[in-house]
């Protein structure tokens, strides 16, 4: 069965420095891997995805993670937070030719000013 | 990029009451689409596809006669939450899945309605 773990509940941050939100993944195949990030009372937003290719994903609003395929990892991380960056962060996969998302269980960012 | 819309945003209901959530892909079309709820403070769960023409595939422990789900065209797939109770009370959030070729296997997800059982 498809899992995907991330073991923070929230990752706290000051403005400026790096930040990094983790997930691990368990899934038979190759998987499609995602991030999305929600604001309060709004539905997900796409931030980046890996399908094939470079492990490291560039995607929206400075946001990279990289895939490692050994550690099952795919961490999300930005060089230099900001406040804005604030909101709830989800890792998903996908199975190769699956159709259903499997979410993480969230972690809630906070960047400090 | 692909917009997926739903309506309302936002629904305040009597218990016993139905109330009927749309979910619209605006730019693209949609075989598939699922149907999310979304608990405070908790990840998003699963509730069903919906795959247009044909009848949905709900997720083990979701009431298919409680959840109504209704895809008729490509661009159209709404949720009926039959006799609502309290404990419906949730954010419900909906995605359509692209088969585009620049976006094969993406969800593309709506901004969420937010519905509160009297």
């Known amino acids: 069965a498809q899992s995907v773990a991330q073991p923070e509940d929230q990752v706290n941050v000051a403005e400026g420095n790096p930040l990094t939100v983790k997930c691990t993944y368990s899934v038979s195949g190759n998987p499609y891997l995602f991030w999305y990030v929600q604001y309060p009372n709004r539905g997900l937003q796409f931030l980046l995805k890996y399908i094939t290719g470079d492990n490291l994903v560039k995607g929206s609003y400075g946001f990279e993670a990289e895939f490692n395929k050994s550690q099952t990892s795919f961490h999300l991380k930005k060089p230099s937070a900001l406040v804005s960056d604030s909101a709830l962060y989800f890792c998903?996969?996908?199975?190769?030719?699956?159709?259903?998302?499997?979410f993480g269980t969230g972690t809630r960012l906070l960047v400090s000013p | 990029g692909a917009v997926v819309s739903q309506h309302p945003s936002w629904v305040i209901c009597k218990s016993g009451t139905s109330v009927k959530i749309e979910c619209r892909s605006l730019?693209?079309?949609?075989?598939?689409m699922f149907w999310y709820r979304q608990f405070p403070k908790q990840s998003l769960m699963l509730m069903a596809t919906s795959n247009e023409g044909s009848k949905a595939t709900y997720e083990q422990g979701v009431e298919k006669d409680k959840f109504l789900i209704n895809h008729a065209s490509l661009t159209l797939s709404t949720l009926t939450v039959t006799s609502a109770h309290p404990e419906d009370s949730s954010f419900y959030i909906c995605?359509?899945?692209?088969?585009?070729?620049?976006?094969?296997?993406?969800?593309?997800f709506g901004p969420g309605t937010r519905l509160t059982v009297l």
């Open positions: 730019d693209f079309q949609a075989t598939t």
């Open positions: 998903a996969v996908s199975p190769t030719g699956f159709q259903k998302l499997v």
């Open positions: 995605s359509a899945r692209a088969t585009t070729r620049s976006s094969y296997n993406e969800q593309f």
